[in-house]
């Protein structure tokens, strides 16, 4: 089996379908740490245009975070209105990028509860955590000299 590592250039769309399924499959907790870890990742100038434009999305009067507190930017993702607005901002797809490749969201799949149903998700999870992929091969065993049935 050949083993392909080159990765193509992912769409904006791709990338948010992508943080989207990884909000979706985190606890309330990852995602938290998550958001702030990205949010911290990102230059002052994209953290401002960031919060300014998930502000003009958002009801009058809504409040918004700090662009200088990633824990303040954390609190603020955690409201519905918030996420949904995120998804229809320009240049999401950077952030996004940052979300799923975030310390937190990582250990979820590498050593955290989300590592025990790896097989579960999707291939580019397998391959942010650190898995390889392997074909289902019909239970057979992988280690040398042992038998099962006998």
Known sequence: MRKHHGHAALSADEQIWRYAYVVGTVPASVADKAYAAAFARL??????????????????????????????????????????????????????VEFIASRPVVAYFTVGTGSVEIDRHPPWIHELAGHETAPFDAGGSHRHGVRFGE
């Open 43 to 96: 230059s002052m100038a994209q953290r401002e245009d960031l919060v300014d434009e998930l502000l003009s999305l958002m009801p009058a009067g809504a409040g918004g975070p700090s662009v200088t507190d990633p824990e303040a930017f954390a609190m603020f993702m955690q409201d519905l209105q918030s996420r949904n607005a995120l998804v229809r901002v320009r240049g999401a797809s950077a952030f996004a």
